[in-house]
Structure formats: structure tokens, C-alpha cells
């Protein structure tokens, strides 16, 4: 079976220790049989002892690198930091999938960087994965660590880890693919509104707002939805109103009167949209507020919003904080917008992402 159909099947039925070890399996990697040693084998301190509940070695290549389940009892960030320490005599490069409910896992790439004789500072690269709504670049990730038959060399296979886990790779792809979309939507708006400037400034500020919106449902702060855009835009397509006036009658709802404490219930909104609405969080940092560009007459076709959907649905966008030595795969707004060398961002011309500036 091609690696990506096994990813996508194999992922939304990864609900147990097992089928961890058949994801390995799948990948091409030499599994051990479902094994685990004893908390107390791990040196581990009493109080992080107390999170743990369970650390299977699923793979394991010559003692110097090696694949570790960690089942703790509830998800705590300062235990996964830690935990790296108690696996360097195990191990040399040792790979993490850490879960407390077999639904969402974190994948941690421990990378050890020299920063004077004899001293290292340890970076954890993490993937997270909510294995009912995994994103595509994800599932990508995960097919880009699939070893080759003949593969052992545990230094290649971290580099391959490495290399698969590499944050400004995700970054740029984010850049290319968003500056595809910009110059469609672009496009699609001079073609209504013969005017350069404000195709190109709409445009932005279109996209924009759609994106911080990606980082708002992240939170939880839509109707507790982290997808409540998918929702939302499905509850239009099935409502049977005028095509053509999502913009008009929804999203434009949302952006002026619900992140601007002015909604009231529409006769049109089916009862959970209204529900939803009405509870929507005050943003006033002025990027849903109406301005001169807003009001120019135009129309937006489903079919745009479909291939803006589609792009930005392919992204994991994370609200985690990041320490120094901690950094997320996914799309982060810092992150963006501190990537000033791709291609893309010359594309852009230094226009403003989120908030901060592009250089």
C-alpha cells in the first residue's frame, strides 16, 4: 500500500499502544513486540513519576536510536521537557509519541545542540496530531519519516526525522501556497474592480482576516469548535440560500457585528449559527473593524472561497507558546512573520501578515 493511503487510514484508528507499533510497522521501521520495563528501570523522579503511566520502546536500532510511547495520565508540558533527560543513557537520538488519551499524540524530535566543550542544550521539535482531525501537512510529515527496506543506520534515520521535522520547510511551503492563493484572489477582484491597489490591498486584508480566524478557533473561542470554520461554511452550503452571498449574509456578519459585540440574531442564520454568533469574542485589535476598502462593490463567488478553504484547512495553525529551545511543526504567527527570506515573502512585498510586518 502507498504510504500516504496507509497514514490516511491508519491514523483515525490510532486509539491504543498497538497501533502506535503498526504505525512504526507500517512506516517501514524493525519493531519490538508490545513491551515496556517498569517506571522504576527509567530513574525516573518521584514527581514525575506520579504523571507517567506507561513508556513502551517501540523501535529500537543498536541502543542509539530508538522510538518511545509515553502514556501519561494527563498532558503536562513540563514533565515532556524533562523527560529527554531520563533517555540519554538509553540512547543516543531517541524519538518520542507522547499521549494521556489515544487521541491526540505529540511526536518529539529530541535534537542536541553544542554550545561549548562538553556542554549541549537539548531542542524538542514537536509534531501534534488530534488523530480525528489530522491536518494534511501532518499526515505528510508522518510519510516523509518512512524508511526504506534496507535502512538501519540509525544516523540516517534521524537525519531522515530531521530533515521531515524541519519547521522553516513547513513555513515556506505555508508562504508558496498562500502567495498561490493571493494572486487567484487577487486576480479574481480586478477582474470585478478594474482598480490594482485595492484588488491587491483587499485581497490581503481578505486573506488575513480568514487566517487570524484559523488561530481563533485554535483557542476554542468559536461555539468551543476548533473547526468551527469547516462548520460554518458547510452550514451555508446545506442551507439552501443564494449562492454567492456567503460573504455577504455570514462572513461579513462574523467580521462587523460579532467580533465587534454588535450581533443580534438573523431570521436567515440557522439557530446554531446564531447561537454560536452571539457568543463570539470582542476583538478590538482593528483588523475586523470596517474601512475604506470594505466599501467597494463586489461579489465572491463559493467557488474562491472553496479554494481558500482548501488551503487553509491543509495547515495546523498552533497557539502553544514556545520556549527558546521548544518550537512546534505547524504555522505560527511569529513564525511567519520572521521568515523574511523565502521567495515568497519578496512576492508579498513587505505587506503586513497578522499584525507584523514582513521585512
Known sequence: ??????????????????????LFK????KTLKTSYRGLRAWGLRAKDKESVKQIYTISDYGRRFQIFL???KSYSPAVIRRLPLYFERETQFPFFIITSDYKEYTFILVEKMRVDVGEWKRKLIKLTIDREMAFHTDKLILSEIALREEEQDPNKIYKRLMEAFNVERVTKQFFEDYCSIFRQTEKYFYAQVPDKKWAHDFSLQLLNRIMFLY???????????????????????????????????????????????????????????????????????????????DKEEFRISDELFE???????????????????EVEVAVDPEMICLLYTSDAADELDGVDLGGRRII
Not at 3 to 18: L, S
Request: overall charge negative; proline content about 6%; charged content about 25%.
Open 70 to 72: 509515553v502514556e501519561l
Open 307 to 325: 479554494k481558500i478553504f482548501a488551503f487553509f484547512n491543509k495547515y495546523n495553525f498552533t497557539i502553544r507558546e514556545e520556549l527558546p529551545l
Open 215 to 293: 488561530f481563533v478557533q485554535k483557542k476554542r473561542w468559536l461555539d468551543n469548535n476548533p473547526k468551527f470554520l469547516s462548520f460554518f461554511w458547510d452550514t451555508y452550503k446545506c442551507s439552501g440560500q443564494e449562492e454567492e452571498t456567503f460573504y455577504e449574509k455570514w462572513l461579513s456578519v462574523l467580521f462587523f457585528e460579532a467580533f465587534n459585540n454588535r450581533f443580534f440574531p438573523k431570521d436567515y442564520l440557522p439557530k446554531e449559527i446564531n447561537s454560536a454568533l452571539i457568543l463570539a469574542p470582542y476583538l478590538n485589535g482593528g483588523l475586523f473593524t470596517s474601512n475604506a476598502l
Open 26 to 29: 507500517g512506516l517501514g521501521y
Open 1 to 22: 500500500m502507498d504510504v500516504k493511503q496507509f497514514i490516511e487510514d491508519h491514523i483515525p484508528h490510532m486509539d491504543c499502544p498497538d497501533k502506535v507499533y503498526n
